[in-house]
């Protein structure tokens, strides 16, 4: 596949990483429309399966109190059942791009949505936390496949600047509407089995449809997959997430320390594999490149922030002002609905923003929303929550919309689903940590929950806040 300039690939994510290869300033010709390629199909099928990830990765948003019921799971081991997922995702975004890229997108893709059905419907089958944390990993791997290729797809069917912006416009709304509809799918059915059972029948359904639909494409380097970078990494963040959950009763325990350090010695066992393997799953020379670090600030903190709160906050709705799960859901339906809308409208401000300044308004929102939040909790009042959910969910879908175009800009077409698996991993990777951290948080405080959330609402804003400088303050090179 031709590699195009920086300008051509103009088009979509969230912090995806360039490879070394992406190091190209002379403007290249735009690669013809691929008569094969059928871009809206390739555009519907791959937004669907998009969506159907992010309803599986919402889900227990509202089940959870039901799910740590018949799970018995205890409150101090009740971020597994979140982070089992954001585990597998972020453990395995890079491999899957790289392998997508070089073994093709089209394989990936549907190897991801036929695992995905069949790994979450064996999650409805589960009786103890163990085995439903694992099976949601799996999950997470599955969902790996899925979104490091479908945007390596979308670039394929649509090789113009003006036509992707068009495409990641439309699949990071659906990113946002998948976000929307889980919980209030999962919250609207009998049993949380039955939710995902119907999630893993509607992933299959996917995969069904996309057999005779999508076209291959590949961009292949040669080498082997990077299997020792991919064992360090997935190692490095399981150490680090376990270390979080374990700091809720006391940070400065051995246990605690061993697995920071542990963490460290992985990460650095990691860029050592990097530095030498003949197909890095990374190209470390792009922590040099303003773009990119901007890019992956962007995911880091979104997932930190962002997801790591709301990933938590139906279940404290829910143990607090005591909503049941279906009225829980609306009222996040209302955040997570507007960044949807908010996101499949943003791409008009493109021309006019710049992603990194629409990133940075984006998290500011998100820290104004959940600073009007503080206190409702605790008084068990659901409409107070309303102003700061109406805004940050704006916020949400300026950066659900924002984070494509500029993980996409960084990298050239024929490594578009590496370049996403590089900026989504470091999205999820604070998605897991962040998880953690909000647990952590709302119940180490002797004042019970209300007053543990508002700690962690603050945090959240600050982090948000931090990210908003991160974006913004890193600047191009001249």
């Known amino acids: 596949m031709t590699r195009l300039d920086s300008a ?28 094969a390629a059928h871009p809206r199909a390739t555009l519907a099928l791959t937004s669907a399966a998009t969506a159907v990830t992010l309803m599986t990765y919402t889900a227990p948003i509202v089940t959870l109190p039901d799910t740590a019921a018949a799970l018995h799971t205890p409150l101090s081991a009740q971020a597994w059942l979140l982070n089992g997922t954001p585990l ?12 997508a890229d070089d073994y093709g997108r089209r394989r990936i893709f549907l190897s991801g949505t036929l ?45 113009t600047p003006r036509g992707r912006l068009h495409a990641t416009g439309v699949w990071g709304a659906f990113v946002s509407g998948g976000i929307a509809v889980g919980p209030v799918v999962a919250g609207s ?8 059972g119907v999630l893993g029948a509607a992933a299959l359904i996917v995969a069904a449809l996309s057999l005779r639909t999508l076209t291959e494409s590949r961009a292949p380097r040669g080498g082997r997959p990077d299997v020792a970078g991919a064992l360090a990494f997935g190692l490095a963040l399981t150490a680090l997430v376990a270390a979080v959950t374990l700091g809720r009763d006391g940070w400065l325990r051995a246990p ?22 003949a197909t890095p799953m990374i190209d470390l020379a792009l922590l040099r490149r303003p773009r990119f670090l901007a890019s992956s600030a962007g995911g880091l903190f979104t997932g930190l922030s962002v997801i790591g709160l709301f990933s938590f906050m139906s279940a404290l709705i829910q143990q607090t002002i005591g909503l049941s799960a279906m009225n829980t859901a609306w009222l996040i339906l209302l955040w997570s609905g507007l960044s949807f809308a908010v996101a499949l409208q943003a791409k008009r401000l493109a021309g006019r923003i710049p992603p990194r300044r629409q990133l940075a308004l984006g998290f500011v929102l998100h820290a104004a929303g959940v600073l009007t939040m503080l206190g409702a909790l605790d008084a068990g009042s659901w409409p107070r929550l309303l102003p700061g959910l109406i805004v940050s969910g704006v916020g949400s879908g ?10 996409v800009e960084s990298v050239p077409a024929d490594r578009a689903a590496m370049g996403s698996g590089a900026q989504q991993t470091l999205r999820y990777i604070g998605s897991a940590v962040g998880v953690a951290l909000t647990i952590a948080i709302t119940t180490s405080t002797d004042d019970g929950l209300a007053q543990g959330a508002d700690l962690a609402m603050v945090v959240s804003a600050g982090l948000a806040l931090l990210g908003a400088v991160g974006v913004v303050a890193v600047r191009e090179r001249s």
């Open 8 to 35: 051509a690939t103009t088009a979509a994510t969230t912090g995806t990483a360039p490879t070394s290869a992406a190091v190209t300033t002379a403007p290249a010709p735009a690669r013809a429309q691929d008569p």
């Open 115 to 159: 695992a995905l059905g069949i790994t979450t419907a064996l999650g409805a089958l589960t009786s103890s936390t163990w085995t439903f944390t694992l099976a949601r990993i799996a999950q997470g791997a599955a969902s790996a496949a899925i979104l490091a290729s479908s945007l390596g797809l979308i670039v394929h069917a649509f090789p």
């Open 88 to 99: 597998g995702l972020a453990a395995l975004l890079l491999v899957a791009g790289s392998l």
């Open 398 to 407: 300026l950066l659900n919309a924002a984070l494509p175009l500029l993980s």
């Open 189 to 196: 059915l009998p049993d949380w089995r039955v939710a995902y």
């Open 256 to 277: 605690v320390g061993l697995l920071l350090l542990a963490s460290l010695v992985l990460v650095g066992a990691f860029v050592w594999v990097e530095r030498r393997v």
